[in-house]
């Protein structure tokens, strides 16, 4: 199995005489299972991190001091639309 098989002429006639060895040996491995909450606790994991360090960020830009009111006010319209 997986290396070698013995084709008789009519399985080869069968495959319209094409000697590809995939027609005749099956070298693929079985999918490893997963383990779907293990990947569900992982995903809600990195959601946290995510809210967290957005979390963070926002107050960091927050915090910021600028030079003009246009930059300011643009900064306002980027806060908010983070904050969705």
Not at 20 to 48: C, F, K
Request: aromatic share 6%.
């Amino acid at each position: 199995d997986k290396f070698a098989h013995l084709a008789t002429f009519e399985e080869i006639k069968e495959n319209d005489y094409n000697l590809n060895i995939p027609r005749y040996v099956d070298t693929s491995e079985p999918e490893p299972e997963i383990d779907l909450d293990a990947v569900t606790a992982d995903m809600e994991s990195i959601d946290a991190d995510i809210k967290n360090t957005s979390s963070e960020l926002l107050g960091m830009m927050k915090d910021l001091t600028f030079s003009t009111p246009e930059i300011e006010q643009s900064m306002s319209k980027l806060i908010k639309a983070l904050e969705v």
